[in-house]
């Protein structure tokens, strides 16, 4: 098994709201580099914490997350923030695309933000819509797309800067079977391209394509 590229010690998130809910407790996680990983769990038992964790977006309140050798909680928001920006990719159930632009011109902007020259993100944008099936749509927008297309039109996005690491919050929530398993295609083409995903999920069909499944109940990591 691959070295892991993500790993967590004791990762604990207890929010504060007039009284504590304990979001996760004491969790040990090892995501082994260039797998396809599923976390699942029941609805509000801390799966969404963890990937806000692991991906940075949110701070524990005690314990630590590594990406490769680098502990994410010893940084501050600055430098957490970059390595975000060039290391991590996010896809959610909502996709959170431009209505007024084009399906290329979605993804031409996420490349401008990561940094890529003018001159290579038209280029590059096509790139990334034929990695997930979009050849054909480059013109098209948004409201012309089937839920799965704009789905993988937010994954094409989401590889913008190249990043290590791609997660999924629930991808195929708003999909039906059918364009549930084109998804699912995509996201084992892009797996297969090097990258190592991490994917939130309910869906024992999502669950299928995994190589490592991880079960999240009332905040702990069960062992199954």
Do not use: W
Not at 59 to 71: A, E, I, N, Q, W
Not at 81 to 95: L, N, T, Y
Not at 198 to 221: C, E, K, M, N
Request: net charge neutral; hydrophobic share 40%; proline share 5%.
């Amino acid at each position: 098994m691959n070295k892991p590229i993500i790993r967590t010690e004791k990762l604990t998130k207890i929010y504060e709201n007039g009284y504590q809910t304990v979001a996760l407790q004491d969790v040990d996680l090892e995501i082994p580099r260039g797998s396809l990983s599923c976390i699942m769990g029941p609805s509000g038992h801390g799966k969404s914490t963890l990937l806000h964790l692991i991906g940075g977006l949110d701070r524990p309140t005690s314990g630590k997350v590594f990406l490769d050798d680098l502990d994410l909680t010893a940084i501050d928001a600055n430098r957490l923030a970059e390595v975000r920006c060039r290391r991590i990719g996010f896809v959610f159930q909502f996709f959170n695309l431009l209505p007024m632009l084009t399906v290329l011109e979605n993804v031409e902007i996420a490349l401008m933000l990561a940094g890529v020259p003018p001159k290579e993100q038209h280029e590059r944008a096509r790139e990334l819509l034929a990695l997930v099936g979009l050849e054909d749509k480059h013109h098209a927008r948004p409201n012309q797309l089937s839920g799965g297309q704009r789905q993988r039109v937010a994954i094409a996005r989401s590889l913008a800067n190249d990043p290590d690491i791609l997660l999924m919050d629930e991808p195929s929530g708003n999909l039906d079977s059918k364009s549930e398993q084109e998804l699912l295609r995509n996201i084992e083409n892009v797996n297969q391209q090097g990258k190592t995903v991490v994917i939130i999920t309910h869906s024992p069909t999502v669950a299928t394509v995994a190589q490592r499944i991880f079960y999240i109940q009332d905040g702990r990591l069960k062992n199954e």
